[in-house]
């Protein structure tokens, strides 16, 4: 699989995987100017801001280790434009879902409430 391939299909399957937890999926790779959220949820009252990682194999490490305070920081700054044009949540936590894809199958490790 191409890169974008793994990206959109780690997507689904993390879209999935919330669902399946009883998060209601608000919205997919959310654009604001130069800005982009993958996935942002809700959970009772509030606002969740998912940073999903995959990968095929570990040549570059485990996906989670590939968020950078850097992209971090991109999704506090993305996080703050939603907020400003939604002004009804209150309530927010940053969630990063990384997916190894193998011909296993898929391996799931949801970190919540990740602060930076």
Do not use: C
């Not at 009883?22 to 996935?39: A, C, S, T, Y």
């Not at 997916?99 to 919540?112: A, D, L, P, Y």
């Amino acid at each position: 699989m191409k890169k974008k391939e793994v990206g959109e299909k780690g997507e689904d399957i993390a879209t999935f995987f919330l669902e399946s937890k009883g998060f209601n999926i608000i919205e997919r790779n959310w654009r604001h100017k130069h800005l982009e959220v993958d996935i942002i949820a809700s959970l009772d009252k509030k606002i969740h801001f998912v940073e999903v990682k995959t990968r095929t194999n570990l040549k570059y490490g485990l996906p989670e280790e590939s968020i950078s305070q850097a992209k971090m920081n991109h999704l506090k700054v993305a996080a703050s434009a939603y907020i400003t044009l939604h002004k009804e949540w209150e309530l927010l936590q940053f969630d990063v879902i990384a997916i190894m894809m193998t011909n296993k199958g898929e391996e799931i490790f949801f970190i919540e409430d990740v602060y930076f």
